[in-house]
Structure formats: structure tokens, C-alpha cells
């Protein structure tokens, strides 16, 4: 009796020891704490808000009730310019709104319709970029009906994640959960607020990881000179059954315990409506986004300094490698960190950190959660040896002058290129040649139909090994005119001439 009575009072002074620390850590860091470091601060206080697995019985009632409190619905508010459209808008917010938006194209203001989840008890909320995007004005009703005017802290169209701010305290919240502890057939809740009716609750299951979907990819954003430039979107969605229908967006993916796992995004279907495929941003993504939001109001983004290719079966033969999983090497940009590295063209990008590359989303995603010197390790094949270094990640401003330095390449051609291999070169019995990896909707090869797996031999008579190559043999031409001798994917000789403007 005596043991279970110094048990009993050492597990209470350990649990008050702990949330002690919390408040002294509370009050001592105030507001320059994560949302990560608040959320512990706040279940320390509210232990009651935090509830096991609800499935037993296939029971979701727990999970329900502990989430729909915190998921607001977003009402958002445009002004039409004169000639009846909305200010910046591009073709990614055209089929989001498809999806999703409800603006109804009427005389005067428009007005859309989404979800947001409020993550921190001081009325911090997070959303889609494409839900809050131009807005003039957004209004947030929560559950008890009450209305609130809120500011937007941040966004990224990369990520489609915004943060905005609701002025109060004393909000309900929903827990951060652990995306990458998510399983394929686990059960899940979407919630939110679909056709703008009340909080609404639908079940499935996780359907598949790491899903590109090629949405985000759409838009054309201006760069700091106010010139039209890709965007460089990172997908690794969490797909879902569970149904989710316009309004959904920006709304709350939650596991069986109440953990927020994913942001709603997106769904893929033939009439707009549910059918059985949804698509929601990690939460291991969206908190290193949403910290950099509310310290900085902005993404601070760190690069290794590479373009690359994601392996399979099909673009292996083109390169001629064995390996069809991992990401192959085009270019290794100048000053970053993978050529500080020692990475070279052609090598086979197979682990980060440890974790198997399967396609362009498995690096993505983890890079996604890291700022400017940050430290990666990638694990490479060159010449059938496994190598691994340790890459420190650069800022923008590296990745900027690179752009810059193969301006034309990237920015009016519209289009990836990677090294032929010797065994490609010895098979079409050619000495020079670069593969062409990708082609971007909009671009020179776009127009005239030159497609992915052409391999370039020669541009104005000289020889084409290289990016680099591609960039001086076009600019040294009269007028950037350019001769391109190239070989077709069915082998034929072919020849393009266009002026690079």
C-alpha cells in the first residue's frame, strides 16, 4: 500500500512538474513559439481533449466531436474589374473554382466559399491559398454562428496553404497529428463546408501516399520584375475516398483520434462533384509553411540545386539506365549546395535521409519541410557505385542567379534536358545529343510539338551535350535564331528552325 502511495504522488508531481515547465516555457517564449510548442502547451492544459483511436466499432463519434468545433467555413468577397473578371486571376484558381469555389459570377462583388481550420487558441487559422487568394475582404464563421473579419498572414501558391488570424483567444483547436505515421487504408474524417451548408462529416479511407497530381503546376505567377514565370509547386498529396465536395477546400483531414493529418485541396473528377478521389496537403509540410507564415510572412524555401527526372520504365529506355526508381540528375545548378556537394549530371538520386525515392514527391515533400541551411543527406548512384553526401540547402537567391544564367533555356523554351547516355548515343550512331526530359504547356518546343523524349544532336551546327550547351548555341545564332537537328522517339531524323524571342 505504501509503494502505490509514493507511486501515485511521484506520478503527480511529475505531471505537475511538466506543466509547470509548459507555463514557464508559455510565458517565457510567449508568442515566438511554434504551433508545434503551443499545441503541446495547450492538450498539457486540456488533457481532456485528447482521445484514443475511435474505430473500435467503427465509431467516429469521438474523433467528430472533437474536430468540428475548430473548422470554420471561409467566406470570401471580390471586386470584378470592368470587364466582369477578378483581379490576377490564372488558370489554377479557374479549376479550383471549378472544384470547389462557388464565386458566383453576378454584377457587383463575387463571392466564394471554403473551409479553414484553426490550429492555436489565439484564432490562428489555416486554408488553401486558392480559397483566400485576391480576396478583398474574407469573413470567418465559426460553428456558434459568430462572424469574423480575418487578415491574411500568409500565403503560397506553391504549397496552395494560407494562414490567417482571427482577432480573440479561448478558440477551440484541432491537434496536429503526424502525417508520415499515416497508413494506406486507415480510416479518415473529412470535414468542412461542402455547397456552404453546416459543418459536414464524411469517412473513407487513405487511399495512396505521395500523390502528384499536376494541379498546382497550372498557375503563372510574376517573379520580382513583374515577368510571368512557372510555378515550382511541391505535391505530395494524401488521397482519400472520403467524400469531399465544393467547399470542402481548405477544410480538415483528421484520423481517427481528432489529429489534423491533412488540409484539404482538391479533388479529381470528371463533373466537379465527389467522385471517390481527394486530395489534401501533409501536415508535416503545412507546419514547417505555416511557422515560416507567422515568423516572417512568407515561405523561406531552401534548394538543393538540381533539376531532375523521376525515373520509371519507360523514361529509363530513354535515358538508357537500368534503375527505374529514383531521380535522374539533368543539371546541377552552380553555387548550390548539391554541387558544393560534389553531384555531378547523370547521377541517380535513390535515398534522402535515409528514405527511399520513389518518385519526385518522396524528395520533394521531405526538402518541402526545410529552410536555407538545412542539411540533407542523399544517397546516388554514378557509375553503379552508391555514394551519399551531405547537401546544405541554399536560399532563393541561389537558385535566382542559375535561373538567370540559362535564361532562355528556362524561360522561353519551356523545357527539361538531361544527358544522353553512351549506350543511347552508340544505338541512334550519333556523338552528341541532350534528352529532352519535360515540355511545359506555353513554350517554344509546346508550340511546335516537339515532345518528351526527342534528343537534340545539334543546335546552329554545334554540338549539344548539355544545358549549357543548348543556352550559348542559341545565343550566339544571328537574331537567336536557331536550327535544332534532332531525333524523334521513333528514331527519325527531324529539323525545327524558330526564332527565340
Same mark, same amino acid.
Given at each position: 500500500?505504501?509503494?502505490?502511495?509514493?507511486?501515485?504522488? /511521484?506520478?503527480?508531481?511529475?505531471?505537475?512538474?511538466?506543466?509547470?515547465?509548459?507555463?514557464?516555457? !508559455?510565458?517565457?517564449?510567449?508568442d515566438?513559439?511554434?504551433?508545434e510548442?503551443? $499545441?503541446?502547451?495547450?492538450?498539457?492544459?486540456?488533457?481532456?481533449?485528447? *482521445?484514443?483511436?475511435?474505430?473500435?466499432?467503427?465509431?467516429?463519434?469521438?474523433?467528430? /466531436?472533437?474536430?468540428?468545433?475548430?473548422?470554420?467555413?471561409?467566406?470570401?468577397?471580390?471586386?470584378?474589374?470592368?470587364?466582369?473578371?477578378?483581379?490576377?486571376?490564372?488558370?489554377?484558381?479557374?479549376?479550383?473554382?471549378?472544384?470547389?469555389?462557388?464565386?458566383?459570377? $453576378?454584377?457587383?462583388?463575387?463571392?466564394?466559399?471554403?473551409?479553414?481550420?484553426?490550429?492555436?487558441?489565439?484564432?490562428? *487559422?489555416?486554408t488553401?491559398?486558392?480559397?483566400?487568394?485576391?480576396?478583398?475582404?474574407?469573413?470567418?464563421? #465559426?460553428? =456558434?454562428?459568430?462572424?469574423?473579419?480575418?487578415?491574411v498572414?500568409?500565403?503560397?501558391?506553391?504549397?496552395?496553404?494560407?494562414?490567417l488570424?482571427?482577432?480573440?483567444?479561448?478558440?477551440?483547436?484541432?491537434?496536429?497529428?503526424?502525417?508520415?505515421?499515416?497508413?494506406?487504408? +486507415?480510416?479518415?474524417?473529412?470535414?468542412?463546408?461542402?455547397?456552404?451548408?453546416?459543418?459536414?462529416?464524411?469517412?473513407?479511407?487513405?487511399?495512396?501516399?505521395?500523390?502528384? *497530381?499536376?494541379?498546382?503546376?497550372?498557375?503563372?505567377?510574376? =517573379?520580382?520584375?513583374?515577368?510571368?514565370?512557372?510555378?515550382?509547386?511541391?505535391?505530395s498529396?494524401?488521397?482519400?475516398?472520403a467524400?469531399?465536395?465544393?467547399?470542402?477546400?481548405?477544410?480538415? #483531414?483528421?484520423?481517427?483520434?481528432? !489529429?489534423?493529418?491533412?488540409?484539404?485541396?482538391?479533388?479529381?473528377?470528371?463533373?466537379?462533384?465527389? +467522385?471517390?478521389?481527394?486530395?489534401?496537403?501533409?501536415?508535416?509540410?503545412?507546419?514547417?509553411? @505555416?511557422?515560416?507564415?507567422?515568423?516572417?510572412?512568407?515561405?523561406?524555401?531552401?534548394?538543393?540545386?538540381?533539376?531532375?527526372?523521376?525515373?520509371?520504365? !519507360?523514361?529509363?529506355?530513354? @535515358?538508357?539506365?537500368?534503375?527505374?526508381?529514383?531521380?535522374?540528375?539533368?543539371?546541377? @545548378?552552380?553555387?548550390?549546395?548539391?554541387? $558544393?556537394?560534389?553531384?555531378? !549530371?547523370?547521377?541517380?538520386?535513390t535515398k534522402?535521409?535515409?528514405?527511399?525515392?520513389?518518385?519526385?514527391?518522396?524528395?520533394?515533400?521531405? *526538402?518541402?519541410?526545410?529552410?536555407?541551411? =538545412?542539411?540533407?543527406?542523399?544517397?546516388?548512384l554514378?557509375?553503379?557505385?552508391? #555514394?551519399?553526401s551531405?547537401?546544405?540547402?541554399?536560399?532563393?537567391?541561389?537558385?535566382?542567379?542559375a535561373?538567370?544564367?540559362?535564361s532562355?533555356?528556362?524561360?522561353?523554351?519551356?523545357?527539361?534536358?538531361?544527358p544522353?547516355?553512351?549506350?543511347?548515343?552508340?544505338?541512334?550512331?550519333?556523338?552528341?545529343?541532350? #534528352?529532352?526530359?519535360?515540355?511545359?504547356?506555353?513554350?517554344f518546343?509546346?508550340q511546335?510539338?516537339?515532345?518528351?523524349?526527342?534528343?537534340?544532336?545539334?543546335?546552329?551546327?554545334?554540338?549539344?551535350?548539355?544545358?549549357? =550547351?543548348?543556352?550559348?548555341a542559341?545565343?550566339?545564332?544571328?537574331?537567336?535564331?536557331?536550327?535544332?537537328?534532332?531525333?524523334?522517339?521513333d528514331?527519325?531524323?527531324?529539323?525545327?528552325?524558330?526564332?527565340?524571342?
Amino acid at each position: 500500500m505504501k509503494k502505490i502511495g509514493v507511486t501515485f504522488l /511521484a506520478a503527480c508531481l511529475g505531471g505537475a512538474v511538466a506543466i509547470g515547465s509548459y507555463k514557464f516555457f !508559455e510565458s517565457r517564449y510567449g508568442d515566438g513559439m511554434s504551433f508545434e510548442d503551443k $499545441q503541446k502547451v495547450y492538450f498539457t492544459n486540456n488533457p481532456g481533449s485528447v *482521445i484514443n483511436s475511435s474505430t473500435g466499432a467503427l465509431d467516429f463519434t469521438q474523433a467528430a /466531436a472533437t474536430v468540428t468545433p475548430a473548422v470554420v467555413h471561409i467566406k470570401t468577397t471580390y471586386n470584378t474589374n470592368a470587364s466582369g473578371g477578378y483581379p490576377g486571376r490564372d488558370q489554377m484558381q479557374d479549376m479550383f473554382e471549378d472544384f470547389f469555389g462557388g464565386r458566383r459570377r $453576378q454584377q457587383g462583388p463575387a463571392q466564394g466559399s471554403g473551409s479553414g481550420v484553426i490550429i492555436s487558441d489565439d484564432g490562428y *487559422i489555416v486554408t488553401n491559398n486558392h480559397v483566400v487568394d485576391n480576396a478583398d475582404k474574407i469573413d470567418v464563421i #465559426l460553428p =456558434d454562428k459568430r462572424s469574423l473579419v480575418a487578415k491574411v498572414i500568409g500565403k503560397d501558391a506553391n504549397t496552395d496553404l494560407a494562414l490567417l488570424k482571427i482577432e480573440g483567444s479561448g478558440f477551440p483547436i484541432v491537434k496536429l497529428g503526424n502525417s508520415d505515421d499515416v497508413r494506406v487504408g +486507415e480510416w479518415v474524417l473529412a470535414v468542412g463546408y461542402p455547397f456552404a451548408l453546416n459543418t459536414t462529416v464524411t469517412a473513407g479511407i487513405v487511399s495512396a501516399k505521395g500523390r502528384q *497530381i499536376g494541379i498546382l503546376d497550372q498557375g503563372i505567377e510574376p =517573379d520580382e520584375d513583374g515577368r510571368p514565370q512557372a510555378r515550382t509547386a511541391i505535391e505530395s498529396f494524401i488521397q482519400t475516398d472520403a467524400a469531399i465536395n465544393r467547399g470542402n477546400s481548405g477544410g480538415a #483531414l483528421v484520423n481517427t483520434k481528432g !489529429e489534423l493529418i491533412g488540409v484539404n485541396a482538391a479533388i479529381a473528377s470528371q463533373s466537379g462533384s465527389y +467522385e471517390g478521389y481527394g486530395f489534401a496537403i501533409p501536415i508535416n509540410l503545412a507546419k514547417k509553411v @505555416l511557422n515560416d507564415f507567422k515568423e516572417y510572412g512568407s515561405v523561406r524555401r531552401g534548394y538543393i540545386g538540381i533539376n531532375f527526372t523521376g525515373l520509371d520504365a !519507360e523514361q529509363s529506355k530513354r @535515358l538508357g539506365v537500368n534503375e527505374i526508381n529514383g531521380l535522374y540528375v539533368n543539371e546541377v @545548378l552552380p553555387g548550390g549546395g548539391a554541387a $558544393q556537394a560534389g553531384l555531378k !549530371e547523370g547521377d541517380i538520386i535513390t535515398k534522402v535521409d535515409g528514405n527511399q525515392i520513389i518518385s519526385p514527391s518522396d524528395l520533394q515533400e521531405r *526538402i518541402g519541410r526545410l529552410g536555407p541551411g =538545412d542539411k540533407v543527406q542523399l544517397s546516388y548512384l554514378r557509375d553503379g557505385k552508391t #555514394l551519399t553526401s551531405s547537401v546544405t540547402l541554399k536560399g532563393e537567391e541561389s537558385v535566382k542567379t542559375a535561373k538567370n544564367s540559362s535564361s532562355v533555356v528556362t524561360k522561353n523554351l519551356g523545357a527539361s534536358f538531361a544527358p544522353v547516355s553512351e549506350a543511347v548515343k552508340k544505338k541512334y550512331k550519333i556523338s552528341s545529343g541532350v #534528352l529532352v526530359t519535360s515540355v511545359k504547356s506555353g513554350g517554344f518546343f509546346d508550340q511546335l510539338d516537339l515532345v518528351q523524349g526527342t534528343i537534340i544532336t545539334s543546335i546552329n551546327g554545334r554540338p549539344i551535350n548539355k544545358t549549357e =550547351d543548348i543556352e550559348s548555341a542559341i545565343t550566339a545564332g544571328r537574331n537567336n535564331m536557331a536550327t535544332v537537328n534532332a531525333i524523334s522517339p521513333d528514331g527519325m531524323q527531324i529539323r525545327y528552325q524558330f526564332q527565340v524571342r
